[in-house]
């Protein structure tokens, strides 16, 4: 209890009385991000910072009294990556949500990490400006989490995933110095690329205070295209010939057959039970009525059942509703889903989509899986109920055996949703000993005391 | 001598007989990239290595007797990064010249590191595919120099540097360990971003042997417009009215008045003398003729004398003749070159020619500016006689000031030439004391015994 009265003191004599909460009922609240069955501690402290400058002095005061900090955005992750340790202090930046700058010419944004991304994407928007990731929960999720676990979205197939977007960083390192990475200019090769390094580093290596990002010009507004398929195999084929033939869509995801029976059973969104997937494909092209029009031939000749081309803004925002409502409806399935995020190279795709369907029958388990198909990133969701330990059991091993599954298939366990405590075991398989020697080799140069989000990646 | 001897032996036990070159004649050769003022020294030894296992050798050897390696590609490199020092092992990588694989479904291309930058376009080109990366030396530069350098080209302003192409990498460490990095699948979030890591780090961390390169589609042939200007200034406004309209041009180059009379003077491109700036713009998308209507008028808005508007692919090559006939016109001024890299934010650009112009006025010196103006990526061209050492003087003082006017500027002092030798003193200006100990220690957990490319970078 002394350290932990000596903790708040040294705290509080560079943060306002605000910034710093004991509060236990609210700190517990800031114990777990949304892998919420991951293991998770109770922290001693939460600090609020609202500048570089306070953000320093939290990790000068934890390297002097050795105590760890987990940093933490909106908490809106799926692998457990922002969870609390015991005793550790939660340093989130949410309190840091100025945008500095939006520059049309350099086609740049200068924010702090606590920017919404779905501020930050209306903001640019308003200037003509386009903030391409777009994860899930974007109206949620900050920029600096963001970073932190290199999201991705429904964009990059065409835009790419959030480290392309990141040209330069602030970094307050794990002994309270400050760091600037990057740069400001479209191209620069000055040194080790550290930016990148920082990007996806799940808060290990140091504490994001600023980055500047890079804009594209707003494209205009996507058209989107719907394919039903009598199997999963016929739509993979589809996107197969898409991609090959050279088309570059802005969306190209893909719903499986459970996933759209529980779509269909929470909204009625009135489609056959005979489809087995379906196939969203958007433009935002100058002309993407060609394109559909090019698309849906492509998906006729892989077999699709139905081809529905939007005619407008309104009709693409409708078929949309069916991928949005997704793992809403299959968190309606059970208690509990565990989301699998692994992403192969996609004409392996439907190798992979066959492959989760017979894990889920050996499982007896109900999985459904959506996948930013152009990508070949899927995400397997299995539906548990975590008061049942069987079933517990049952979902856990189903999940490690799609992660091997993809492995095999020549893929990753993880395309964006990160490692955080979910994948650690798995991430040593996919990097070999040699590749995770140097990860902990870094680890060691940037916070030779281990105190940055210890017991996360490895 | 025994040393030597001793050297040369253990490398063959592994190695060819042809793979081991010691002919100083011949070695002698292998001494300097295309920066040939930067210091270089006599290498001991040449190996050309066939195979990942060969480098193997090479490396474990280099690491029992502790023999310092430089990795070469093609030596087109323009800051010394290649160039020998004394008593190395010169490891050339150009006889692993191998594509293993173009696969258009998942648009990768997998490569060994000596394949030419142009052999690898051409050979995805007949597949309909795009590797974009167009280093002006890219019919004689290896992908593996590209990798090590992280170039850049025209084409960066909408496609970006290799470093946005290169998804993952087999690399022979310093101690001989072969490590995998990365991935094939388009997207990919385990771990830290190792591959990114020895992009653009100039052989100075591990050995490329293998490389999985993302390709895009190929777009439309594109089309050019040539617009002359009556200052660099006014180029300039027009290159931020472009950039600020949303437009996504293929290619945005700038020539100043210096260069435009040296190409002048070389080939009587017919261009007239009063012309201060000369700008090419260029658009691979489906209606390129509206693209290029819509950006002549910002010309003329930013106040060019002349709007040239090519009808088709033939004139469009006509009029970037002049652009890469750029630097061999400058080498034509005198006896010697020094070909800066500073990038700045595109809204600076005007400054940074205005400031180069100056300096050049200062130091009585022709330095020519040709630019990838939609990057903000200036290559001023200082040109000098060797043989002169207050000219040489002046040159150099002039080159360091052009760097410290672009960090000014809120700039990089290499937007893609990379570091080498050449610019050392100013990596460190850059980066300031954190970031080049945190380089360091990276340097130091990829290569504890400093063998790899030393002298180099910092």
Same mark, same amino acid.
């Given at each position: 209890?002394?350290?932990?009265?000596?903790l708040l003191v040294?705290?509080?004599s560079g943060?306002?009385?605000?910034?710093?909460?004991?509060?236990?009922?609210?700190?517990?609240?800031?114990?777990h991000?949304?892998?919420?069955?991951?293991?998770a501690?109770i922290?001693?402290?939460?600090?609020? $910072?609202?500048?570089?400058?306070?953000?320093? #002095?939290?990790?000068?005061t934890?390297? !002097?009294?050795?105590?760890?900090v987990?940093?933490?955005?909106?908490?809106?992750?799926?692998s457990g990556?922002?969870?609390a340790?015991?005793? @550790?202090?939660?340093?989130?930046?949410?309190?840091?949500?100025?945008?500095?700058?939006?520059?049309p010419?350099?086609?740049i944004a200068?924010?702090?990490p606590g920017?919404i991304?779905?501020?930050?994407s209306?903001?640019?928007?308003?200037?003509?400006?386009?903030?391409p990731?777009?994860?899930s929960?974007w109206?949620?999720?900050?920029? /600096? /989490?963001?970073?932190?676990?290199a999201?991705g979205g429904?964009?990059?197939v065409?835009?790419?995933?959030?480290?392309e977007?990141?040209?330069g960083?602030?970094?307050?390192?794990?002994? /309270?110095?400050?760091?600037?990475?990057g740069?400001?200019?479209? &191209?620069?090769?000055?040194?080790?690329?550290?930016?990148?390094?920082?990007?996806?580093s799940?808060?290990?290596?140091?504490i994001?205070v600023?980055?500047v990002?890079a804009l594209k010009p707003?494209?205009?507004?996507?058209?989107?295209?719907?394919?039903e398929?009598?199997?999963?195999a016929?739509?993979?084929?589809?996107? @197969?010939?898409?991609? !090959?033939?050279? #088309?570059?869509?802005?969306?190209?995801e893909?719903?499986?057959?459970t996933?759209?029976?529980?779509v269909?059973?929470?909204?009625?969104?009135?489609?056959?039970?005979?489809?087995?997937?379906?196939?969203l494909?958007?433009?935002?092209t100058?002309d993407?009525?060609?394109?559909?029009?090019?698309?849906?031939?492509?998906?006729?000749?892989?077999g699709?059942?139905?081809?529905?081309?939007?005619?407008?803004?309104? !009709?693409?925002?409708m078929?949309?509703?069916a991928?949005?409502?997704?793992?809403?409806a299959?968190?309606?399935v059970?208690?509990a889903?565990?989301?699998?995020?692994v992403c192969? $190279?996609?004409?392996?795709?439907?190798?992979?989509?066959?492959?989760?369907?017979?894990i889920?029958?050996?499982y007896?388990l109900?999985?459904g899986? @959506?996948?930013?198909a152009?990508?070949?990133n899927?995400?397997?969701?299995v539906c548990?109920d975590?008061a049942?330990?069987?079933?517990?059991?049952?979902?856990?091993?189903?999940?490690?055996?799609?992660?091997?599954?993809?492995?095999e298939l020549?893929?990753?366990?993880?395309?964006?949703?990160?490692?955080g405590?979910? &994948? &650690?075991?798995?991430?040593?398989? !996919?990097? /070999?000993p040699v590749?995770l020697?140097?990860?902990?080799g870094i &680890?060691?140069?940037?916070?030779?005391?281990?105190l940055l989000?210890?017991?996360?990646l490895?």
């Amino acid at each position: 209890m002394d350290d932990l009265a000596d903790l708040l003191v040294r705290l509080r004599s560079g943060l306002p009385a605000e910034a710093v909460i004991t509060d236990p009922d609210i700190t517990a609240s800031y114990s777990h991000d949304m892998a919420s069955f991951c293991e998770a501690g109770i922290p001693a402290v939460v600090v609020l $910072p609202r500048s570089a400058e306070q953000v320093q #002095h939290v990790m000068r005061t934890a390297t !002097e009294l050795r105590v760890p900090v987990v940093p933490q955005g909106a908490r809106t992750g799926l692998s457990g990556a922002a969870n609390a340790s015991d005793g @550790c202090i939660v340093l989130s930046l949410t309190k840091m949500d100025r945008i500095l700058e939006i520059n049309p010419v350099d086609r740049i944004a200068v924010v702090e990490p606590g920017v919404i991304n779905a501020t930050l994407s209306r903001a640019v928007g308003e200037q003509g400006l386009y903030y391409p990731p777009d994860p899930s929960s974007w109206e949620m999720c900050t920029i /600096g /989490g963001n970073i932190g676990t290199a999201s991705g979205g429904l964009c990059c197939v065409k835009y790419g995933v959030t480290a392309e977007y990141v040209l330069g960083l602030d970094v307050v390192l794990a002994d /309270g110095r400050l760091l600037t990475t990057g740069r400001r200019t479209a &191209k620069g090769v000055a040194g080790y690329d550290l930016t990148r390094l920082f990007v996806g580093s799940e808060g290990s290596l140091g504490i994001v205070v600023k980055a500047v990002l890079a804009l594209k010009p707003q494209p205009p507004r996507q058209l989107v295209l719907a394919a039903e398929f009598a199997s999963a195999a016929a739509a993979c084929d589809a996107v @197969c010939r898409i991609m !090959e033939r050279g #088309h570059t869509p802005s969306l190209l995801e893909l719903m499986d057959g459970t996933t759209i029976r529980a779509v269909n059973a929470m909204a009625n969104m009135g489609l056959p039970d005979t489809t087995e997937a379906l196939l969203l494909a958007a433009f935002d092209t100058p002309d993407p009525t060609a394109d559909l029009t090019a698309v849906g031939k492509l998906c006729a000749a892989a077999g699709a059942t139905e081809v529905v081309p939007a005619e407008d803004a309104a !009709e693409s925002e409708m078929l949309l509703q069916a991928r949005r409502l997704s793992l809403t409806a299959l968190e309606a399935v059970k208690a509990a889903t565990m989301i699998d995020d692994v992403c192969v $190279p996609r004409s392996r795709l439907a190798a992979l989509l066959e492959g989760t369907a017979a894990i889920a029958q050996k499982y007896d388990l109900t999985i459904g899986v @959506c996948a930013h198909a152009g990508d070949g990133n899927t995400h397997p969701t299995v539906c548990f109920d975590p008061a049942d330990p069987d079933e517990s059991r049952r979902a856990r091993e189903s999940f490690d055996e799609i992660m091997a599954l993809g492995l095999e298939l020549g893929g990753t366990i993880t395309g964006e949703h990160g490692v955080g405590v979910l &994948k &650690k075991e798995w991430l040593s398989r !996919e990097l /070999g000993p040699v590749g995770l020697e140097l990860q902990r080799g870094i &680890k060691r140069t940037f916070d030779p005391l281990g105190l940055l989000n210890p017991g996360k990646l490895f």
